[in-house]
């Protein structure tokens, strides 16, 4: 069955530092989304992307965040200076149709 | 903003007794899904639904969708170890956005 696989699984790093998490979605999904849940939390959303933009945010997507679409398969989540409160299991999702959205396995990022 | 309430929070059942875990949204929304999340897992599509009174079964997974579209249950006739995790359910953020507004969520924890 395809999968929406992310990298890395696991990432460390210092309070201030740019992080950039990676994931392939399902290779005929149009939507792509990035949600966020911190340990023991529920999910949230983050940010929706749709022919090439964004087409919804949260308010946690501030401009600390950013994503990109760089070529027809990665989709990324960029932390431009991560806080501690970032700290949080990061999945990314897409879509064919906008109802059955498929998760990743989740990027674990921990904030020093 | 929308919000989406679950209760209970746990739920602790012996294996083989029912569950059931009752979602309520504080606006109406146009579907209402479910995913389950096991421990150290991803959220894992369940089932969507969209018309109001709606029920809908998966084995002995049975859905219900509100007649006013606010409200949605899952119940779990027969508990078995398999079923032990989180179960979400999850709703528009709004309109027909693209993001989820994810409940809390229902830990289930099943004793043999």
């Known amino acids: 069955e395809p999968e929406v696989t992310q990298t890395p699984s696991h990432q460390v790093t210092q309070m201030g530092q740019e992080v950039i998490l990676r994931c392939v979605p399902i290779s005929n999904h149009l939507y792509f989304y990035w949600y966020r849940q911190i340990l023991g939390q529920k999910v949230e959303f983050l940010v929706s992307?749709?022919?090439?933009?964004?087409?919804?945010k949260s308010e946690i997507f501030d401009d600390q965040f950013s994503v990109e679409r760089p070529d027809g398969s990665n989709f990324t989540l960029k932390i431009r200076s991560t806080k501690l409160e970032d700290s949080a299991m990061y999945f990314c999702a897409s879509s064919q149709s906008r109802n059955t959205i498929y998760f990743g396995e989740g990027s674990w990022l921990t904030v020093v | 903003g929308q919000q989406v309430m679950q209760i209970p929070q746990y739920q602790h059942v012996q294996e083989g007794e029912d569950f059931t875990t009752y979602c309520n949204s504080s606006?109406?929304?146009?579907?209402i899904q479910w995913y389950k999340q096991r421990p150290g897992g991803h959220p894992v599509f369940l089932i969507q639904?969209?018309?109001?009174?709606e029920v809908k079964k998966q084995k002995r997974l049975t859905f219900q969708f509100g007649e006013a579209k606010k409200n949605s249950s899952l119940h779990i006739t027969a508990t078995q170890t398999t079923d032990v995790g989180t179960y979400f359910c999850a709703g528009p953020e709004g309109g027909g956005a693209d993001g989820l507004t994810f409940g809390k969520g229902t830990h289930l924890i099943i004793q043999p």
């Open positions: 606006t109406t929304l146009s579907n």
């Open positions: 639904l969209v018309k109001s009174g």
């Open positions: 992307f749709y022919n090439n933009e964004i087409s919804e």
